[in-house]
Every structure is written in C-alpha cells, then in structure tokens.
T-cell receptor
Framework: KQEVTQIPAALSVPEGENLVLNCSFT??????LQWFRQDPGKGLTSLLL?????REQTSGRLNASLDKSSGRSTLYIAASQPGDSATYLC?????????FGTGTRLTVIP | DTGVSQNPRHKITKRGQNVTFRCDPI?????LYWYRQTLGQGPEFLTY????????KSRLLSDRFSAERPKGSFSTLEIQRTEQGDSAMYLC????????????FGPGTRLTVT
C-alpha cells in the first residue's frame, strides 16, 4: 500500500523567508503528484500538479519538484507571506485515487 | 464553471441517526470521489464513481455507508446508525477522466456525531 510522509509536521518562519516542504512516498509507480493547500475547516485547493513524466512545475512563488525514482517531492515557497499560512498536503495518484500525506502546517509570522 | 459543491456544509447529529450528504461535481466531469478526513490527518479515500458506476470502495466504507450517483451527475453519501467515530470532514472531488490532471475538491461537509 502506498505510504506518503510529509516532513516537517509543522513549520514557523518569519515573513519574507524562503522555505521548502518535503514529501516522500514508498511506491514509485505513480501517475501524478499533486500539492494542495488547506485552510482550517475548509476544503482543499490545488496548487500544483506534476505528471509522472515531469520533474517540476512552477506557479508564481511556488515551485514543486518530483524525483520518482527516489520517491520524493519538494514544494518551494519563495518570499513567504502571512497569507501563505495554511496546511500543505501532498498526494500521489494511484490507479484510481489519491494517497495523501498528513500535511505540513505552515505559519508565516509577520 | 462553478466548481464542486457540497451540502450541507455542517451537520450535527445524535448517535444512531442517519445522515445524507450531497456532492455536485464540475459539469462534464465523469469521475467523482469521496474522501474522509479526521482532525490532523490527510484525507482517506472512500469510494469513486465513473459516471453512474461505483467502481471501487475502500475497506473504510463499512456496511453502514452507502454512496450513489444515480444519473452520473450529483452523488449522495449516506451514513446509517451514525457513531461518534464517524465525526469527520467528508470531501468530494471530481475529475474528467482516469489519470487526469488535478482532482478538484469541494468545500467538504463537517459531520459531528454527539
């Protein structure tokens, strides 16, 4: 069964700092990897999707990388802002559904 | 495109009662998924539909749970004889085809069983 792990579980940084969130998965036979943002008590907002044939995707201040062979992905956030405070979840796509990590809770301190 | 919608957003019920949630996917998305998320955890897959056919069910989906998608559009998730352990956020997502880019999630239904 696919296991997805996210490190760290929580992270606090001062505003303006660059940061990296880590995601690892045990089964490299994935179709896609998706990063989501979740605000407290809310649903999931898709941030970036990396298809299995790709190595990275960028959107604004966000950059996600994928190394399928080592079972790792990183989400890089540049010039963090207080509005970035949320839980970030990574999920890998199996044959029919997503397998999620437990998330990294990010707090950006003004 | 109005996104995935879910109703109700919050539900409080007493143990032993039945509850039903509704999900309306993005139109023309033929795949619809249900997930459950408990506090501090990532969402866990429950079941998915391709059009009106329910193609896979997780072992998390006990016999008290039933999901339908009668016309291949909206879906309902019913929980019978609710237990306190059923308290969670129930999330619905849709996508256009198998292995497609991005599953799009609704805002979720928060269930509290007292």
């Amino acid at each position: 069964k696919q296991e997805v792990t996210q490190i760290p579980a929580a992270l606090s940084v001062p505003e303006g700092e660059n940061l990296v969130l880590n995601c690892s998965f045990t089964d490299s036979a994935i179709y896609n990897l998706q990063w989501f943002r979740q605000d407290p008590g809310k649903g999931l907002t898709s941030l970036l999707l990396i298809q299995s044939s790709q190595r990275e995707q960028t959107s604004g201040r966000l950059n996600a990388s994928l190394d399928k062979s080592s079972g790792r992905s990183t989400l890089y956030i540049a010039a963090s802002q207080p509005g970035d405070s949320a839980t970030y979840l990574c999920a890998v796509t199996g044959a029919n559904n997503l397998f999620f990590g437990t998330g990294t809770r990010l707090t950006v301190i003004p | 495109d109005t996104g995935v919608s879910q109703n109700p957003r919050h539900k409080i019920t007493k143990r032993g009662q039945n509850v039903t949630f509704r999900c309306d996917p993005i139109s023309e998305h033929n795949r619809l998924y249900w997930y459950r998320q408990t506090l501090g955890q990532g969402p866990e897959f429950l079941t998915y539909f391709q059009n009106e056919a329910q193609l896979e069910k997780s072992r998390l989906l006990s016999d008290r749970f039933s999901a339908e998608r009668p016309k291949g559009s909206f879906s309902t998730l019913e929980i019978q004889r609710t237990e306190q352990g059923d308290s969670a956020m129930y999330l619905c997502a849709s996508t256009q085809r198998r292995q497609a880019p991005e599953q799009y999630f609704g805002p979720g239904t928060r269930l509290t069983v007292t």
